[in-house]
């Protein structure tokens, strides 16, 4: 087992048995012309997070580890977007419509994409979730539904290591879907990011808070450094 050093007390990890999910750095929240930045977002306080989610990254992929990375999105026909959700507040674009990366969260379209920089390779989970967690009604590469949490078992995965944007809404809202169907949840602090950094402050609080009720939390030179050895590194 691996021994950290996180908030709000020392946890442990499983090395075999331990997830990376890199949740939503796509384009359309990352970079500008984006559904991000429609909704009035700086997308650039989003950038911190990315220098640690590929430390992570190259730190299980040497290692063989299960990396698995999710995008928000959704059919071009909109029939997995409810109205409720397309309609509420007043951007300057919404989902559906043309922007200057294709049409917003849409399945295909280039603002869907994660970002170059974090791109997913061969053997890694790619899962596309028309809402904010990632195990509600998700589609892995194969076309599969409602299947992750299965998947995940059949990998023997028991702990889950988190990343990703934004902290206080598809982040959470995973980590929590996560804790609910029993793994022991990780989230790192600055490999995950907020367009509002007091919301990110609020969030690891309230996921760390009542002895992790949710999970712990641990900064990624931490948890780099906690990590076993390795003949590929």
């Not at 596309?128 to 590469?141: A, H, I, S, V």
């Not at 290591?161 to 902290?167: E, K, M, Q």
């Not at 029993?182 to 009542?210: N, W």
């Amino acid at each position: 087992m691996i021994t950290l050093p996180a908030q709000p007390f020392e946890t442990t990890l499983d090395p075999g048995r331990t997830a990376l999910v890199v949740i939503d750095m796509q384009r359309d929240f990352v970079e500008a012309g984006g559904f991000g930045a429609s909704l009035g977002n700086d997308v650039t306080r989003l950038h911190g997070a990315i220098a640690p989610i590929a430390a992570l990254l190259a730190a299980w992929r040497a290692r063989g580890w299960l990396v698995l990375h999710t995008r928000e999105c959704h059919q071009p026909d909109l029939s997995d977007c409810p109205p409720s959700k397309r309609e509420r507040g007043d951007p300057a674009l919404r989902i559906g419509d043309a922007g200057p990366m294709g049409r917003l969260l849409i399945a295909g379209e280039a603002g869907a994409d994660i970002i170059p920089a974090l791109a997913p390779v061969a053997g890694e989970w790619l899962i596309d979730k028309p809402g904010k967690g990632m195990f509600w009604n998700t589609c892995l590469q194969d076309g599969q539904r409602e299947g992750l949490h299965a998947r995940l078992q059949d990998a023997g995965i028991s702990h889950l290591v988190f990343t990703g944007v934004t902290t206080e809404v598809c982040v959470q809202t995973s980590m929590r879907e996560a804790n609910d169907r029993g793994y022991h949840c990780v989230i790192v602090e600055d490999a995950t990011d907020s367009y509002f950094p007091e919301f990110k402050r609020a969030t690891l609080e309230m996921l760390t808070a009542q002895g992790a009720i949710v999970g712990w939390s641990v900064h990624s030179t931490a948890l780099l450094a906690a990590l076993p050895p390795c003949a590929a590194c």
